[in-house]
């Protein structure tokens, strides 16, 4: 009995009190990830070939 209660709560809930986005504003942020996470991808291959290069270099300082 609860578990009916509870679906019932959830759906009332998901179809009349949440705001969706409309088609517009989740392209927009679709596209805002995804620039977001190309900058991010960017400087963490940035910060690996720079750690790399650092790395050779200290190890061939020894070698």
Do not use: C, G, R
């Amino acid at each position: 009995m609860k578990l009916k209660i509870y679906i019932e709560e959830a759906y009332n809930e998901l179809v009349h009190k949440v705001s969706w986005p409309t088609w517009k504003e989740l392209q927009n942020s679709a596209f805002v990830v995804m620039v977001a996470s190309f900058i991010i991808a960017l400087i963490v291959f940035v910060m690996d070939i720079s750690f790399e290069n650092i790395m050779d270099f200290v190890y061939s300082l020894f070698y």
